[in-house]
Structures are given as structure tokens and as C-alpha cells.
């Protein structure tokens, strides 16, 4: 697999061709792309790197969904994510998965550290959560989607860990540059990196795809 773009190569072909885009791709490309640039002065922090490429990602899914005002980030997430991979004509995106971070998100997906039912069992014992098994469930049913290159639902179990991360970090629930639980810092980033610049590619690729307007739109 070739090396992500950089954000110099993907800010280039935005400019020469975002006038023939949508407003709202133009607008969430440009913003992904500012986050993109930050991330890429942050090669020896991963805590900083993983926190503005989640930004830049961020930027690109986020959406106000009609009617349900309260959805949750994960229900963002999904639908953008069926659309992008279904918009990976060249499965770029299954490749990366599948083939060059294969080892490092196997072992993301096992760290107990970002599982959901690790934490609720340590802040709520009393419901007695069996976080063993559903993890060793989760790890189960990924290693089956990785098998069949079953790109969606493999990466939708990538993103609950990130998304455990990204809260981490961005409550001030962990410690910048900790000595401890390094992994999952050091794996997320680094798919990180290559994952946000492809995400931002796929959508340049299909500008016309139905992408949703922004959040929070410019205002003059």
C-alpha cells in the first residue's frame, strides 16, 4: 500500500478543484485539512497527534441528523462510515485494515484499557458486567470480520476503542505523556495517521456523495 498523502498533496488538489464541489464538501475538507496539517508537527507526541487527527475526523462526520438532535457520536459516526467505505472504490481503506495495520489493530482491539465494559465494571462493580467475556467476544467476532475482510464492522469495533481514547484524553482522564498504557496511544495515532488523510482522499475522490451539511456552518 502506498504512503498516505501529505496535507501539502491533499490542500493542492483541494484547492484546484473544491470550486467544482458542494459548498459543504469544500467546507468539511478544509477543516479537515487544517487539523491534518496541526497532526503533522505532533510526529514525536502521540497524545497530541491521535487528539488533533480525531478533530480532523471529527470535522469530516460531523453532522446535525434531523430529529434526533441527541444522537450520540457513535451514530454519527456509523452512517459517514458506511458512506465512506462504500465510496473506496479501490478498497484503500480495506487494504489498510486488513494488510498494513493488521498486527497493530489486532492488539489495539484485545487492550482492556480502551474497552467499554472494562471501565463501566470498574466505576460500577456492583452490576457485576462480565467485561472478560464480552471482550473476549468482541475479539472473536473482529478476528471472523478480518478473515472476511468485513471492513464496516471491523472498523465500527476500531472506533468504539478510539472513541474510549478520545474521551480518555479529552476529559482529562489520562495523563499527557504518561509512562503507563502507552499502547493503545502509540496504535491509535498510528493508525491514525494513515486512516484521516485516506478518509479525506475518498472524499475528494466522490465529491458529489451525499456527505451532509456541516456543523456549525461559516457565519458572517
Not at 475482510?149 to 480518555?168: A, D, G, K, T
Not at 491514525?192 to 451525499?210: G, H, T, Y
Request: glycine share 2%; net charge neutral.
Amino acid at each position: 500500500m502506498q504512503a498516505p498523502k501529505t496535507f501539502d498533496e491533499l490542500k493542492a488538489r483541494q484547492r484546484a478543484e473544491r470550486d467544482q464541489w458542494p459548498p459543504s464538501v469544500a467546507l468539511r475538507t478544509h477543516r479537515a485539512l487544517s487539523w491534518l496539517k496541526r497532526a503533522e508537527s505532533e510526529s514525536s507526541d502521540p497524545d497530541a497527534c491521535f487528539t488533533f487527527l480525531w478533530i480532523s475526523f471529527n470535522s469530516a462526520y460531523g453532522r446535525f441528523i434531523e430529529g434526533a438532535q441527541d444522537a450520540n457520536e457513535r451514530q454519527k459516526y456509523e452512517e459517514f462510515i458506511q458512506i465512506l467505505l462504500g465510496s473506496d472504490r479501490t478498497k484503500r481503506i480495506d487494504a489498510l485494515l486488513f494488510d498494513s495495520l493488521a498486527e497493530s489493530m489486532e492488539r489495539l482491539i484485545a487492550n482492556k484499557f480502551v474497552q467499554f465494559d472494562y471501565w463501566h465494571h470498574q466505576m460500577f462493580p456492583v452490576d457485576n458486567r462480565d467485561w472478560e467475556k464480552r471482550l473476549n467476544s468482541e475479539v472473536n467476532s473482529a478476528s471472523y470480520y478480518q478473515r472476511k475482510r468485513m471492513s464496516h464492522p471491523y472498523l465500527m469495533i476500531v472506533l468504539s476503542r478510539l472513541q474510549i481514547l478520545r474521551n480518555q484524553i479529552m476529559h482529562g482522564a489520562s495523563t499527557w505523556n504518561s509512562k503507563t498504557n502507552r499502547d493503545q496511544v502509540q496504535d491509535a495515532a498510528a493508525f491514525m495517521r494513515q486512516f484521516v488523510p485516506l478518509m479525506i482522499e475518498v472524499m475528494m475522490d466522490v465529491p458529489d456523495q451525499e456527505w451532509g451539511e456541516p456543523m456549525y456552518p461559516v457565519q458572517y
